[in-house]
């Protein structure tokens, strides 16, 4: 949720654009549409209640919205701007008030004293936020300290200054800061609201604010306990002393110098959950793993060709490299038959013999059509009669018409499949018939029998057999197979997005690409010979040395390893950028591997110093956004760190600080909202958490500078 | 359908079943056993099957053995060749619209 305390709903002076002013619903409709949970209307010297009102009921209880106003503010000639800003319970007396100051002024006309407005608005316990330094018009150092010195809320004194990075820099300072969107444009609200504060705790109202602005230890607990919290006794060092730590479902920050045991209580925190049944486990950054974690060997790669209408045609080609050339019938047979027509009176008397069979191919593959029609019809009348969806979507008197022709359908059909297979046995009955009464004339006479067949018919279907198979390795093996990409992670704005791309190729005789690996087993020079044997068989399945070209294929070594087309599969599997092949730098390994271990869906992140060769604008714009949003999503987020970028603008729930020095370790447990960090071994010692992450931390100044966006530490 | 012509030819006192295709004669040694040289007659009828279904009709068919033996050949031979022929439609391994 995000905060934006200085907003204007109308032109109230001159100088002010007409893009500033808008509507009660339109404001409340811009506001819902974005991320801003807390809103407050300060126009220049101005308050309009009745519109107020309307965009308090607008926003209703997805927003909150408190009343302002932004005086002109004069002291010792400096003019400055003063935002005052009460609770939403106090917005009738506050319109009074500003009433009663303005006078009859108009907005463009009225100039206020800091005198005036404390005795206008002190009674309303307000906040006040004054412009600052390069904030212009900036309240001068004076007019601030008459301000501070006579309100009874100095803690309540913010300072507005232009952007994140300057109130991070006044916070670092000690000056509580913060900015507000000032919007001068609406149409650009959406925009903006992306980089307003965001506030790290939760804050109920107006009241609860104001609480957590002056650091008050049980309301900053109170918000904290939000979040599910629990207590963890760990055994992280040698000594086997023990470590009491009050863990969140948020983020959880161990830090120090180097040596001081941070990763000792990591493991002891993976430990822990690990022994409760959580899957918790050390994140290590090691960028000479990234090709092993990816699996670019592809040593566990495997790929579903179905989906992509590849058959495996494990049968075909196990047909033809187990095919024999059909034989023919030798003419001879016919000589000698027609030489020795047989005079034998009994066997001129057995006429069958002299009958020409029919071939019973043709009726038999009429047969097995019909019965296929049958089957399938019949399945699909019991879907339609067994299917919810089916059988709902025609009313009665329609789904029983349609049962009954696709029944008479399957009936005709029935009859068919009994029509086509008589005439089957009848036509392969008098083959059989013919074929043993020639023989046994020939057995009892001693001619030779009329050959039934030229052999024609086994030749062609044998050829014709290795022609399907070989055509149908060659449909697999042609498919072109789309590449599978996955998106890694980001390298940073300028760099792009790193992709995992796995290129899939069948070797099918011309590919020669020295980078793709075999994904069966097959060696890649065998995989290439079968592809291209095969080939060589289609284009001769109806020569002469068809056999021969089969003789070669299984000649081929470690052919046998080849029994299905996935064995002619190759694959790349690189990274790439933009499209192009990459090899990412150790710290862009980094960076994708982080980013894939914060990806896992995992209820306990364990990150050891994840900042590691990482750059502070990849770690402030990918990863902390990545640990903010685990944090957000209940996660148990754990960090060792060295690096002030994760330690401050995570603004972690809990922080665990090592020292060591001349007495021996510390461990200090505290949090940046209370701004301290408590000695677990001695309650009188404590350090201030500002102070000690800014001298830790490495770039403490540079973080502190950018963390002014998300609000708690004011 | 086409007709393709057949006729009995003597070389070297020896018999041959001479069938015509568009693309040249193909010879079946009827009075030896050479079932190589009837595997490459086979061959070339197969792939003479891929364009268009055909007839093999035998010229002048006389009393003698031979032709006979030609005559009986070439009658099975037809009907093979059209049971090649459905099968080689079924596979598609020519196209259905070829007569």
């Known amino acids: 949720m995000r905060i934006d305390i200085h907003t204007h709903t109308a032109r109230c002076k001159s100088g002010d654009a007409p893009t500033r002013e808008i509507s009660a619903p339109d404001f409340c409709e811009k506001i819902l549409s974005t991320d801003v949970g807390i809103v407050a209307i300060t126009n220049h010297n101005f308050f309009d209640l009745e519109q107020y009102r309307v965009i308090e009921r607008g926003l209703g209880a997805s927003a909150q919205v408190w009343p302002g106003v932004e005086l002109d503010i004069v002291e010792e000639g400096v003019r400055g701007h003063l935002i005052v800003i009460v609770s939403p319970a106090r917005s009738e007396d506050f319109s009074a008030a500003v009433t009663a100051l303005t006078g009859g002024s108009t907005p463009d006309g009225f100039f206020g004293t800091i005198e005036q407005v404390l005795a206008h608005f002190e009674p309303l316990e307000p906040i006040y936020v004054a412009h600052y330094r390069q904030k212009k018009p900036n309240l001068s150092e004076n007019a601030l300290d008459m301000l501070l010195a006579g309100t009874r809320y100095p803690q309540r004194v913010i300072k507005e200054v232009t952007n994140s990075i300057s109130a991070g820099i006044y916070i670092s300072h000690g000056h509580p800061s913060i900015y507000g969107s000032d919007v001068q444009d609406w149409s650009d609200y959406d925009e903006i609201a992306r980089n307003l504060p965001e506030l790290r705790l939760p804050v109920d109202s107006f009241e609860h604010f104001c609480f957590l602005l002056e650091k008050d230890q049980a309301t900053i607990n109170t918000a904290l306990d939000r979040k599910t919290v629990e207590e963890v006794v760990l055994q992280p060092f040698e000594d086997e002393s023990f470590l009491k730590l009050k863990v969140f479902n948020d983020i959880n920050v161990v830090f120090g110098a180097k040596g001081t045991g941070k990763s000792c209580i990591l493991r002891a925190i993976a430990r822990h959950y690990s022994e409760n049944g959580l899957d918790a486990r050390v994140y290590e950054p090691g960028s000479d793993r990234l090709n092993e974690i990816f699996d670019i060997r592809g040593k566990d790669l495997q790929i579903n060709l179905v989906p992509y209408g590849v058959h495996y045609c494990s049968d075909e080609i196990e047909a033809v490299r187990a095919a024999k050339e059909a034989e023919v019938t030798s003419l001879s047979k016919y000589v000698t038959y027609f030489a020795s027509k047989s005079t034998n009176r009994n066997a001129k008397l057995v006429l069958l013999k002299d009958i020409d069979p029919e071939e019973d191919g043709p009726s038999k593959r009429d047969f097995l059509d019909a019965v296929e029609a049958v089957e399938k019809t019949s399945a699909y009348l019991t879907f339609l009669e067994s299917n919810d969806a089916a059988r709902t979507v025609l009313t009665e008197p329609e789904r029983d018409e349609l049962l009954r022709l696709l029944s008479a359908f399957l009936k005709a059909l029935q009859a068919k499949a009994w029509s086509t297979f008589v005439a089957w046995k009848e036509v392969a009955l008098l083959k059989a018939a013919v074929t043993l009464f020639r023989k046994e004339v020939e057995r009892k006479t001693g001619t030779p029998a009329k050959p039934t067949t030229t052999g024609f018919r086994r030749y062609g279907a044998n050829r014709n057999k290795i022609a399907g198979s070989v055509a149908a390795i060659l449909k697999s093996i042609d498919t072109a197979i789309p590449p599978i990409i996955a998106t890694i992670g980001t390298l940073g704005k300028n760099k792009g997005t790193l992709e995992l791309r796995t290129e899939f190729y069948f070797q099918n005789g011309n590919v020669t690409d020295g980078e793709l690996l075999s994904l069966g087993g097959p060696k890649k020079s065998t995989q290439k010979k079968f592809a291209a044997q095969v080939r060589l068989i289609h284009g001769r399945v109806y020569s002469d040395d068809l056999f021969q070209c089969i003789a070669r294929l299984r000649e081929i070594e470690d052919v046998e390893g080849i029994k299905t087309v996935y064995e002619l599969v190759l694959f790349k599997k690189y990274f790439a950028l933009d499209g192009r092949a990459y090899e990412p730098s150790s710290g862009e390994a980094s960076m994708v591997m982080l980013q894939e271990e914060l990806a896992r869906d995992a209820d306990v992140y364990i990150l050891d110093e994840p900042e590691r060769s990482l750059g502070n604008e990849y770690i402030s714009d990918v990863i902390v956004p990545l640990i903010n949003e685990r944090a957000r999503a209940g996660k148990r987020v754990f960090i060792s760190t060295h690096d002030a970028n994760i330690a401050v603008r995570t603004l972690p729930y809990s922080s665990v600080y090592r020292s060591h020095d001349h007495d021996g370790y510390k461990t200090y447990v505290g949090n940046p909202f209370t701004n301290r960090l408590l000695n677990t071994s001695d309650e009188s010692d404590h350090l201030d958490w500002r102070i000690v992450s800014m001298r830790t931390l490495e770039g403490g100044p540079a973080a502190f500078g950018e963390r002014g966006r998300i609000y708690g530490h004011t | ?99």
């Open chain 2, 1 to 99: 359908m086409v007709t393709l012509k057949a006729s009995v030819q003597t070389a070297d006192d020896k018999r041959f079943l001479d069938i015509t295709l568009e693309s040249g004669a193909v010879r079946i040694p009827i009075s030896d056993d050479n079932p190589n040289q009837v595997k490459s007659a086979f061959n070339r009828l197969i792939e003479r099957i891929k364009s268009g279904a055909f007839i093999i009709e035998l010229d002048e068919v006389g009393d003698d053995l031979f032709s006979q033996v030609a005559n009986e050949y070439i009658g099975q031979l037809n009907k093979e060749i059209q049971e090649v022929r459905e099968e080689m439609k079924k596979f598609k391994l020519v196209g259905e619209d070829e007569s």
